[in-house]
């Protein structure tokens, strides 16, 4: 199915633009050299203890774990500080092969292109950073946590906001998300068109849909067939 040329093109941050299990495991690299910092720990050997909880199906709860798996870090590190640490690191974490061509090929088309992204707020601003966003959308980029949790996906607010930013109709805009849970809810409500990515590696690829998108897709490429875009000639 192909939605047409949509005026503007609004994107989900994590596990849409990058894999998010790749910020997770820069994450924990970050918490194993905090921590060895701060005991007798080996910052890989924490870090790996991590990520195979994380890769086992554990996906909450893991600085608990950690300070209950190793008695001798008790009053060393704390859960909180270590949160800290995953949230205000710089990512190590690179765009999906054909996000960057795209977009510019986008803006070559002159359609506008926006990102609306939920997560604690600091972690969300590092993301962007390590991933030049600013510079490859015209924005906005609206990260929902400015406006408190209440303020996330599936709250419309982000979507009405770029929708009056850009003075554009529900009919010339369209949301590329991958979460079935929570992307789909305020867009498909406001009338837009919704695209899902549904790509190797992500963290909901094998969640069925609630909401039936227009379209699924499997790779930056598919999306540029679906929103009728020419690549530029290189």
Sequence with gaps: MVIGAPRGVVLDLDDTLYLERDYVRSGF?????????RSDSDAAQVADHLWRRFTSGEWGSHFDDLLASDPALSGRVEVLELVEVYRHHVPEIDLLPG???????LRGAGRRTAVISDGALVGQQQKVRALGLEELVDGPVVLTDVWGREGWKPHPRAFLHVAQAWGLAPEDLVYVGD???????????????CVR?????????EVEDRLDPDVTVDSWAGLAEVLSVTPRLT
């Excluded at 996000?99 to 090929?105: F, G, I, K, N, S």
């Excluded at 979460?179 to 068109?193: E, V, Y």
């Excluded at 990515?197 to 690829?205: S, V, Y």
């Design 179 to 193: 979460n079935p849970h929570k992307d789909f809810d305020a867009p498909r409500d406001l009338g837009w068109s």
């Design 29 to 37: 690299a970050a918490v194993g050299a905090h921590v060895a910092a």
């Design 99 to 105: 996000v960057r061509d795209l977009l510019a090929d």
């Design 197 to 205: 990515m549904r790509m190797p590696g992500q963290l909901h690829q």
